[in-house]
């Protein structure tokens, strides 16, 4: 008879593995051993079986191996072949392998363990950087890491100028440069090449493909650096600088809004206002003079707002009160806004952040405190559930940061101080450091691999800092005297 898993008492097959690999740190029962150069690893042929597809093809056979009970690994770190007998027999990745990295992903797909070749991956992603990007990608495409190489096929989109900037740019082949250049989600403005806008035009050239050659990186947009603010007391935008803690004052805020309640997101150089009365404005913030333009008003969601640039679109869901669900998407290109979907789960005062290819919605409040937390796919419209946070909130402020989404803060009856770690690949929740104090209702940015929050909260108005690397809170500036917009502050990058 077949037995599913809610047959299993899980933890009494967790003692059993722990019993079974106690046995082979003591070589008690071991009847298998992998010998790599002249050092043996003792193991049970039944666990070895069990866990790698390899062992078990070679076992089920007669053979040398079967025969004699032990296997000589060639062209394998002993460190390595550990590393992959250690996870068969506890789950777990018990080694920082570092600069192995290649060498273990390379054993553990030889060993056929998909379990480690998954936390492999995750592992990979979560430490991506645009100093890692080359070697990660590379690893992902030598072992066909399916997952992985969508994954950094989106990092690099999300990150183009920081990983063009890179001397390993120019070891990309060809048709991946070209898959970004011919990309909606890059701003062609960071371009200077007569070449590539040729392509964009369609104009013929002389037949060579677009490489990274091709791009003036002089001339592409510096990575963000600043946290920009809508004070209501100067009736302007400052920005904070977090490497020199300086402010630097931007243009005047309209007053078509300024002393209404709004939301803002930033989509290239250009700033978009959602006001709650369901007027929109933009403004190229890099040019000095410019001025503000209405666009047309939304269609669906006439009232309150959380808004996210996703793709060279903007979306904006309800979040105006109990029966909030709709989702309207704004198009620059033609500006009209049109409705998308709607939420599964009605509620307002919900948490929304767009990473990957996902729109991320976290709690809320209908007739109580929500601890939902769900993803939309623009691509197929479609809602998928993803496990609840632990604790419920609303008004909480969100972030993602490398392939994890940060939920901070919020409102249940109490102010809270609490953060939450979602991790993107394995759909899980950690708990992360406390902030310095409490609050229901503020904005968190993300600015050179560091999480910032913005909390008008007087007279304690800061901005608090979090290194992900140090896992800590610190206090990297204040807001002085200024009245700001608690749903406005945005990213940007402005010259010191």
């Not at 050092?39 to 039944?46: D, G, W």
């Not at 990092?155 to 100028?161: E, I, M, P, V």
């Not at 930033?266 to 003079?289: K, M, S």
């Not at 903007?314 to 500006?335: C, E, H, T």
Request: with cysteine.
């Amino acid at each position: 008879m077949n037995l599913t898993l809610n047959a299993y008492d899980l933890k009494h097959c967790g003692k059993m593995m722990m019993a079974l690999n106690k046995q082979r740190e003591s070589k008690e029962h071991c009847d298998f051993a992998i010998m790599v150069g002249d050092r043996k690893i003792p193991a049970h042929r039944n666990v070895l079986s069990a866990g790698s597809y390899y062992f078990r093809a070679m076992l089920s056979h007669e053979n040398i191996e079967s025969r004699n009970g032990i296997v000589a690994m060639q062209q394998v770190q002993y460190s390595s072949v550990k590393t992959c007998i250690d996870y068969i027999y506890t789950g777990n990745l018990l080694t920082h392998y570092g600069e192995d990295c290649e060498q273990l992903l390379y054993t553990a797909s030889m060993m056929q363990i998909k379990g480690l070749c998954d936390k492999i991956a995750i592992s990979l992603l979560r430490k991506l950087s645009p100093e890692s990007f080359y070697s990660t990608k590379m690893i992902a495409n030598t072992f066909n890491c399916a997952g992985l190489v969508e994954s950094c096929n989106k990092y690099a989109l999300r990150n183009f100028q920081s990983i063009a900037a890179e001397e390993n740019f120019k070891r990309l082949d060809e048709d991946f440069v070209s898959f970004l250049l011919g990309s909606k989600a890059i701003n062609p403005l960071v371009f200077d090449s007569a070449r590539y806008h040729a392509a964009l035009m369609n104009i013929p050239t002389d037949g060579s493909r677009i490489v990274a050659e091709d791009i003036d990186i002089k001339h592409a947009a510096k990575p963000i650096n600043a946290i920009a603010v809508f004070d209501i007391k100067s009736r302007s935008i400052h920005a904070f600088h977090p490497k020199t803690k300086t402010w630097t004052k931007l243009q005047k805020i309209s007053a078509d809004f300024v002393d209404e309640n709004f939301t803002a997101v930033v989509l290239g150089n250009t700033i978009y206002v959602l006001v709650f009365d369901g007027t929109n404005y933009q403004l190229n913030y890099t040019e000095t003079n410019a001025t503000w333009i209405r666009l047309a008003d939304r269609r669906m969601t006439k009232k309150r707002v959380a808004a996210v640039a996703f793709e060279g679109s903007i979306y904006a869901f309800d979040d105006s009160g109990n029966n909030s669900k709709a989702v309207g998407k704004f198009d620059p290109s033609d500006g009209t806004w049109s409705h998308v979907t709607e939420k599964p789960l009605e509620g307002w005062f919900t948490s929304v952040v767009a990473a990957g290819c996902f729109i991320y919605c976290f709690g809320g409040y209908n007739n109580g405190y929500l601890s939902n937390a769900m993803k939309f796919n623009p691509s197929d419209s479609k809602w998928t559930i993803l496990p609840p946070m632990t604790y419920a909130r609303n008004r909480a402020a969100v972030v993602e940061l490398d392939g994890k989404i940060y939920v901070m803060s919020g409102y249940a009856n109490i102010c809270y101080n609490i953060l939450e770690c979602f991790d993107m690949a394995s759909e899980t929740w950690t708990t992360v450091p406390c902030l310095n104090n409490s609050f229901g209702y503020f904005k968190a940015c993300v600015v050179e691999g560091k999480i910032f929050s913005v909390e008008r909260n007087k007279p304690k108005s800061t901005i608090e800092e979090f290194d992900p690397t140090g896992n800590s809170w610190v206090v990297a500036g204040t807001l002085g005297m200024k009245d700001i917009k608690k749903e406005a502050s945005i990213t940007l990058n402005v010259p010191l």
